[in-house]
């Protein structure tokens, strides 16, 4: 937990020297818990003072990075819940393959490969988890042949792990996974190849054990595997895993979680690991790689992580749809991305040309801004002066969202001249308004 | 080392509401459904028992809907041209309770006609929704309040500007009614309050907070439904309602559902999209706290189903 300025003030030197740049400890104290200055500014702390700063300084949940030629974070987080500020890592989404799967390759070049954009973001899968159920070093090689991506290993054998760790010099990989009856040397290898190691238990009792003891054999990255059969027991176990961190500041499961989503077979896979990404999991192996699956839970991922304080916006401004001319329709539509999105892909695909006024709804959605006072008939009247659409368009006429038709009569007194007309509620309808009603 | 697993215990609880109404209570349904009861977060069994299961309701429409995916009309076949095929069609779906949605080409007695099928098809408890147009719905929803009388029907939709009549019917022939407001804490507890000044107890409201798709806006609801949950819980009454949501509607208008044609390539099989889209929709809204999801394809109900089951499984 965070202290305050006077805790920390507390355990500084109290000669006020100045040497740190401030007139007094306790400006600089005040500093520090602001964040604003580094502890090494003043030279006389003593180190019992800097150990028990850095724990107080320590996110809840440790930040764990696996590393190769993308990166991949995990942990940090801060809430219970994304409304009460945002969830801040993405959850790595790995794919797991067997080391004995002839088509390992051309498995893991394919989903290497995949690539989906989601309102004008490019998404794609973080790594790969392989299995040792034949040559892991081997294994190893052919993907590295064909990806850059993080890696997860999965055997509790050091040999094969040292084996395969070897070849990944440079990289953060993370091992699956240590357990109370084989961890020493586990711990061993992992320090000794800067990996990151998963820890399992069979109760977070026997977890909250297990973390401190490894961390005494010199591994401070590591990530859980909470157990659980049931999507309810996932769900129990990773809140209390969430709550202990974040409420009690409970060190020993202050870190990341991993879960498998195939474990229970391919049909409850794309639930299960839907469940994961909402419920607080750092890392996500699927067993099933299919581009449909792959894009819904990037998407999910998104949607789950967006900053509810800034969702994703597009600049206000007029945009021209294939290639519009002055007789062209006139739509109105927020800056909130997915409500543009929408819209600009009906009418885009419909082939029919079209203005399309993007006001500035601070990036709220039709309905919410309208409900919110950003999308209001002041504020449509406003944009299509301050853009000067009349300087573009011959037929002065403007389509509202459906959802707003209320604000027709208000528009219309506020842009004198120009025919207001309601268009449908949602944005598959359009193509269809258009041919139809728009002529 | 034995921990001490932080537990909340909260002041306030979800108010329990039934469905539906058997012979012993006065309608003809052969059975009712009961839900809310909650006293924590969705399933969090270390502090609470879930007391009632999440229900899944299975959307039909009184005539064969021309705007729906190719692929609904695939599972459904023939039984769309009969609101009473398609609704038993539902139950051996899996459904709980069936959702009629009247459409603006019916008349009073079509709406009546096509209600009364679906009952003497289905012995599920029903929802019926007016075409979505205030004065429409006013004209088919009162005729069939009164020829359902006692049967406990959910009708809706209400929202601001239109739940008086509703409200009404619902109050003199012993229904309930859903509310809904888009997307906003504070607009919820408005309408539920406009709904309960004109005296309609609040165990008869079913809140529909609205939601978006999975990629079009699903973050919204799925907060605005946490939001709402934890302030039933603070205490708030005008919260503590159990909440429907429409993903298999959401889901079904996306593109990514709707249609295989002139998309993304990366977007992969179709019909295996359309089915994660209105699954994964649906379950991440339960997970937020939904009581009644109502869906369109048999294949996400089966899926949706098992994650509940797994849920609520102590
Ligand atoms: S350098 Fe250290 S001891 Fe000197 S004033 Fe700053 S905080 Fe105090």
Partial sequence: MALSGIQIYKMLPQTNCKECGFPTCLAFAMKLAAKQVELSACPYVTEESKKQLAESAAPPVRLITLKAGTEVKAGNEVVMFRHEKTFYNKPGLFLRLKASDADLAKKAAAADAYKVNYVGMDFTLDGFAIEADGDLSAAVKTVRGVSKRPLILISNDPAALDKALSQLAGETALIYAADPSKYETLADTAAKHKAVLTVRGDSLEALADLTPKIQAKGVEDMVLDLGGKTLGEWLTLSTQARRLALKSNFKPLGYPVIFFAGQNGPEKEPVYAAQAISKYAGFVVLDTFTPELAYALLVLRENIYTDPQKPIQVQPGIYEINAPKPESPVLV????????????????????????????????????AWAAGKFDAERIAKAVKEFNLAEKVSKKRIVLPGHVAVLSGELEEELSGWEIRVGPREAVDLPAFMKQALN | MPIDIPKDKWPGSIKKITLGATAAEGGTRAKSITLGGQTTLPYLHFEAPTPNSPAIAIEIKSRKPEDWSPLLAEVWGEAMNDPAKWAKKAEEAGADLIVLALMLADSPDDAVKAVKSVLSASGLPLIVWGPGQAEKDNELLVPVAEAAKGEKLVLGICEDKNYRTIVATAMANGHLIEARTPMDVNLAKQLNILITDMGLPADRILMDPTTGALGYGIEYGYSVMERLRLAALQGDSMTQLPMIVT????????????????????????????????????????????????????????????????????
């Fill in chain 2, 247 to 314: 993903p298999g509607f959401e889901a079904w208008k996306a593109k990514e559902s709707k249609v295989g044609e002139g998309v993304p390539e990366s977007w992969g099989d179709w019909k295996a999209r359309a089915v994660h889209w209105e699954t994964l929709t649906a379950v991440a809204l339960v997970e937020s706290g939904a009581d009644v999801i109502v869906l369109r394809h048999p294949e996400s109900v089966k899926r949706v189903k098992s994650a509940i089951e797994e849920l609520v499984m102590a």
């Fill in chain 1, 333 to 368: 539509t927020t800056n909130f991305s997915i409500t543009y999105f929408s819209v600009a892909n009906e009418v885009e695909g419909s082939g029919l040309p079209a203005w399309l006024v993007v006001t500035d709804a601070e990036g709220m959605s039709v309905l919410t």
